[in-house]
C-alpha cells in the first residue's frame, strides 16, 4: 500500500454543515455496533452461556477504548490539550449520558417486571443496586433479570467527565493522562487482588488508555496501517490465547486495541464506495443512537417471538430484522435531521 493511497484513507470528510469526520473511525464505531446487535441477539435468542462469547468479549473494551482514542487524536488536536471550551464540552456530553442512561433505564423500570424502579417503590433496599450500577456494573444490555440496562453509557460518560477534568490538568503536567492511566492499572491489580471487581473501573481505565493510544501522531498511524500483516499477526496471536485460557482482564484490554486496530485497518484500506460500507459509515456517525435503537429493537423482537416455535428459519429471520430496523432506525434520524431543525436540535442536545 503506497503512502498516497494511505492519506486517501485518513482526510477528514465533510459529513453536514460545518462537521468534518475522519471516515476509518467512523467505519470502525460502525462495525463494532454491528457487532453489539450480534452479542445481544445471542443473549436474547441463543443464551447467555457459551464459548461464544469469549470471541466477543472485546466489543464493550473496543467501544470505550475508541471513544478516549478519538478525544485525544481527534479533539485534542482540534481544540489543543487544557482548552476549557473541549473541557465543558466533553463533561456537560458526559453529564447528558448519565442523564440518557438514567432516563432510559426510568421507562425499561415502567415496562418491565421485577425492575429497579419498582425494587425501589416495594421498599427495599437499593444500595446494593446503585453500586452495582454505578461501580461494580453488574448491568445488562436487555435490562431483564438484571440492575439496569444500556450499561456501556455508564463508564462512557465517566470517560468523558474524568477526560474534561484532566484535560485541565495537562495544562501543569502534559503527561497526566499517562500517569492516571498506569495508576488505573495498578489499582485494578490491587482490588483484583483482594476480590474486589468494578467493570466500570476496569472500563474507565480502558478509556483512558484509549485517550494515551490517541496520542500517536499521524504518520506512526499510517505506518502501522502500512504494515497490516503486524496487527494480524498480533490478533492471532490474541485468539489462540484466549481459545487456550481465560479471557482476563489484561488480554480484555489487549483484544480492545488488536480489535479496534484490525477493524480500523479494513476501513482504511477500503476505498472502493459501496453500499455496506456506506451504511457501516452512517452507523459510526450515529453509534450511540445505534446502541440505544437495536437494544430496543430486539427487546421488541423478543417479546414478539417470546411464544414462537424458534426453528432456525425464525432464529436466522429475528437476526436480520435486528440489524436491518437498527440500519433503518439511524437512516431514519438522518434524514429526519436534515429535513427538521427541531429534531437535528433534539438530537444535539442529548447526543452532541
Known amino acids: 500500500m503506497t503512502v498516497s493511497t494511505i492519506a486517501n484513507a485518513k482526510p477528514k470528510a465533510k459529513q453536514g454543515a460545518g462537521a468534518y469526520r475522519i471516515p476509518a473511525f467512523d467505519f470502525t464505531k460502525g462495525t463494532l455496533v454491528l457487532f453489539m446487535v450480534v452479542w445481544h441477539w445471542l443473549n436474547y435468542f441463543y443464551g447467555t452461556q457459551g464459548d461464544i462469547y469469549k470471541y466477543l468479549r472485546f466489543l464493550t473494551p473496543s467501544f470505550i477504548f475508541i471513544t478516549g482514542f478519538l478525544i485525544s487524536y481527534v479533539h485534542f488536536s482540534k481544540y489543543g490539550v487544557g482548552s476549557s471550551t473541549l473541557s465543558k464540552r466533553l463533561f456537560l456530553r458526559g453529564v447528558k449520558l448519565l442523564g440518557v442512561f438514567v432516563a432510559l433505564n426510568l421507562l425499561v423500570s415502567l415496562l418491565v417486571p421485577e425492575s429497579f424502579l419498582k425494587d425501589l417503590v416495594s421498599g427495599r433496599s437499593i444500595v446494593a443496586d446503585l453500586d452495582a450500577i454505578f461501580f461494580t456494573a453488574r448491568l445488562s444490555g436487555d435490562g431483564v433479570g438484571k440492575v439496569a440496562a444500556f450499561g456501556i453509557l455508564v463508564p462512557i460518560s465517566y470517560v468523558l467527565m474524568l477526560a474534561a477534568l484532566l484535560s485541565l490538568a495537562c495544562r501543569f503536567f502534559k503527561y497526566t493522562f499517562h500517569v492516571v492511566c498506569v495508576a488505573l492499572i495498578f489499582c485494578l491489580i490491587v482490588v483484583g487482588q483482594k476480590g474486589i471487581q468494578s467493570a466500570n473501573l476496569e472500563l474507565v ?126 437512516i431514519a434520524v438522518d434524514r429526519w435531521r436534515a429535513r427538521s431543525k427541531t429534531i437535528d436540535g433534539i438530537y444535539r442536545a442529548v447526543f452532541a
Not at 486495541?257 to 484490525?262: D, F
Not at 472502493?272 to 460500507?277: E, I
Open 205 to 330: 481505565t480502558v478509556g483512558l488508555l484509549g485517550i494515551v493510544f490517541g496520542y500517536v501522531r499521524e504518520d506512526q498511524l499510517q505506518k502501522l496501517v502500512s504494515r497490516p500483516w503486524v496487527i494480524l499477526t498480533a490478533y492471532c496471536i490474541y485468539l489462540v490465547a484466549i481459545t487456550i485460557w481465560d479471557v482476563s482482564l489484561y488480554v480484555q484490554m489487549v483484544g480492545a486495541v488488536l480489535t479496534s486496530a484490525l477493524i480500523y485497518l479494513v476501513g482504511a484500506q477500503t476505498e472502493r464506495p459501496g453500499r455496506l460500507r456506506e451504511h457501516l459509515l452512517l452507523l459510526g456517525r450515529y453509534s450511540l443512537f445505534g446502541y440505544i435503537s437495536q437494544i430496543a429493537i430486539l427487546q421488541l423482537l423478543h417479546a414478539s417471538l417470546r411464544h414462537v416455535d424458534r426453528n432456525y428459519a425464525i432464529l436466522g429471520a429475528s437476526f436480520v430484522a435486528a440489524v436491518a430496523l437498527t440500519m433503518v432506525s439511524v
